[in-house]
């Protein structure tokens, strides 16, 4: 089963495709040219957004594994520019010359919205108002609606394997309320899910992925050393970035970390 991976040198990317690799997958991978990648068994040059550079890259694949994104820029017509036209030239492609493939697309539990009611669910309305997220469900969209085997993976806040993402944290979410928690998940479990996916597990589902419990910021924070100001004002907004895995869990998703407390105890961050 030869597996197309695009976004395999960012921050999920490089932890997964090990994993794949050592579960017995031939990972083909999308780079741009200068760039090189030692885990890939087929490393082939191309860019999501020259579609003329596609039809090799995804012809012969049996899946398609999409995590390249761009998020953390204030340049919001790179965000629109990546997340929606380059999947819209990658679906293209697919549909050109691998329309048996199934196709995989990473996501954000951040399309919910602020003032959900209560823990986002999949078939919430959602209307994110930031670039990425609102870029994210417009791609979500094009998939949904492109005739292909498809599946959309929603994560949560992802850690582990020493990416530093945890460590990061705070500098993030300085204005949030302490006991405002969020969903995440760790590397390990991102893979046990694409795997599922790649079995057909969650075909035709948008699916929301994360650990056993969320986790309040206060205590992420404080795991990394850093210590947030303390408050005893009520909560705004208490289930934003918190997702509800009724239907991950349904369809025989199981997180072997736990949570961030786990991980931590157990080296695993």
């Not at 790649?198 to 986790?215: C, S, Y």
Request: with cysteine; glycine share 8%.
């Amino acid at each position: 089963m030869t597996v197309l991976i695009t976004g395999a040198t960012g921050l999920v990317g490089v932890r997964l495709l090990p994993r794949l690799a050592e579960a017995g997958f031939l990972c083909r991978v999308l780079l741009r040219a200068g760039t090189v990648c030692a885990e890939a068994t087929e490393a082939v040059t191309g860019d999501i957004l020259e579609p003329s550079s596609l039809i090799d890259v995804v012809r012969g694949v049996s899946a398609i594994v999409h995590l390249a994104a761009v998020f953390r820029t204030q340049d919001t017509d790179l965000i629109w520019k990546s997340n929606l036209h380059g999947t819209r030239n990658l679906i293209a492609a697919v549909k050109a010359h691998a329309p048996g493939a199934r196709f995989i697309m990473s996501s954000t539990s951040h399309v919910y919205n602020k003032d959900n009611p209560h823990p986002g669910r999949e078939d919430d309305p959602v209307n994110p108002q930031h670039a990425y997220p609102a870029s994210k469900v417009a791609a979500e969209k094009e998939l949904r609606e492109s005739g292909l085997n498809w599946s959309i993976l929603r994560f949560p806040f992802v850690y582990g394997d020493g990416d530093g993402h945890l460590e990061s944290l705070p500098k993030h979410v300085s204005t949030w309320h302490p006991a405002h928690r969020m969903s995440t998940i760790h590397h390990r479990d991102i893979a046990q899910a694409v795997m599922l996916a790649l079995e057909g597990a969650f075909d035709r589902h948008v699916v929301n992925l994360a650990d056993e419990a969320p986790t309040s910021i206060y205590e992420l924070a404080g795991m990394v050393g850093s210590r947030l100001d303390s408050s005893s004002e009520p909560l705004a907004n208490p289930w934003y970035v918190h997702v509800d895995t009724s239907l991950a869990r349904s369809l025989g998703f199981r997180p072997s970390v736990g949570t961030v407390c786990q991980a931590w105890q157990e080296g695993l961050s």
